[in-house]
């Protein structure tokens, strides 16, 4: 057991990165497995593998060189004229967007004994050679630090000084891996800050990964001004991949995969997140991967991959065919679960696409089925750009018909708000001048309401037969009551 002071030292460390065999994760995972330290478990080794996929992904990774921004910049904007002609032009952000090629970073949870320290280990210690210094700390010490820094600044230069941008671009010099232990969200100081200091790490193209003992939806519960908190939740989400790391099997003792079925973008983690849920959704063992072709009034549809009731295909083999409702319903009732990877982003420029994916969208949603995508763009973009969004907030500002910004509020969390608010949607996409009218506006409106309710843990695991549901049983219940339901409405 270690020290008091061997804690504490690695709890605050920042090292430089050794690793001069270049093992990865998965290297670590099998010498272990091979030398009886650890029995080999397809969870774990799952889980070992999304920690493989971050390694190779920051193999390839060039941090930005951290810019600090002067204390000058920080300062509010001079609100007389005379004093605006002392302050001069006001200075461009340094850095104002997260960098394009920031590989997506982990936020790993589960209870007491669910092994995140070990995982957190295995991937601190074997962290790709050209990511030259590296830091871990466990996260209360870290906010404890981001206080004293922020409260130093402010003694010195007032507390007027958006200090946070400044202490973020000081912990990014320290390394381009940050590690935090525990994170949790307990104290409203921590709360109002957390979501501008990770995006502003990020910014500075600072990769995160995280351990907790709970899942982002469930930080700072009943915490006071918690609505602030909700844009520091949706980043968590978007911009880190989010692995429960508690096993759950179903009846056939295959483990549930760890992440939600929606991964973006489109990096070498999404092409294991489908393989994953291909194997589990489908009967790899009784019926392997195979072609197969569904007829649709004498036409045929092929499916480039099937196994069991799970079918896979490319977004463009699937939606970028002339195919229809009718072909939709089709494979509905011949499949339980669909995986479609390579979706992209679909603006005015792409509406044929758009409304022909709405379509499968909706058969999916109303045949009960599961749906598993990996895109380029988070959910919440794929019908409509950012900029089309921020066009739209607008004018429907202007107008009074989409409430106006709260404080910290941004375009990506108003898109974010309306997966889950119709209403909400309904509203913005009236402020829009790039839909025809108001049943295409309802069409991607509940597209997006459908896909958030796709994605629910609710739905992803209803029928699945997992064994902390009712096992066989459950899964042979809900068939009998699915296909009844099928018969009824389709």
Sequence with gaps: MLSPVQQQARRLATVSNVNPHSKGPLDEYDERVHSHQLRNDEHQRGLVQSLQDLHDMLSEYNPPKVVHPSIRSLRPRSKSWIGSLFQGK?????????????????????????????LMDMFYDTLPPNITSKTRIHFHNFMQDVHHRLHVLKMEHGDDLDAILYVAADIAEKGSVLCFDEFQCTDVADAMILRRLLEALMTHGVVLVTTSNRHPDDLYKNGIQRQSFVPCINLLKTRLRVLNLDSHTDYRKIPRPPSGVYHHPLDR??????????????????????????KVWGR??????????????????????????????????SYHAFIVTDVPGMSFRERDLARRFITFIDAVYESRAKLVLTSSVPLYQLFMSPDEVHDALDSGRSKGDVALPADGEDVDDVMRMMMDDLGLNMQMLKSSSIFSGDEERFAFSRALSRLSEMGSREWVERGLGLEHRGGKGEKEGWERVRSRWREDSL
């Excluded at 952000?93 to 320290?117: C, F, R, W």
Aim: glycine letters at 8%; hydrophobic letters at 40%.
């Design 269 to 294: 983690a999404a092409v294991s997140h489908a393989e994953k849920w291909f194997r589990f959704l489908g009967d790899p063992e009784n019926d392997p991967p195979h072609k197969a072709v569904q």
């Design 90 to 118: 006001p200075s461009k952000e340094l850095a104002t967007q997260i960098p394009p090629n920031l590989p997506k970073g982990l936020y790993m949870y589960g209870d007491v004994g669910s092994g995140k320290t070990m």
């Design 300 to 333: 045929d549809i092929e499916v480039p991959k099937a196994s069991g009731q799970a079918a896979w295909f490319k977004f463009d083999e699937l939606i970028g065919r002339a195919t229809g409702a009718a072909d939709y319903l089709e494979l509905m009732r």
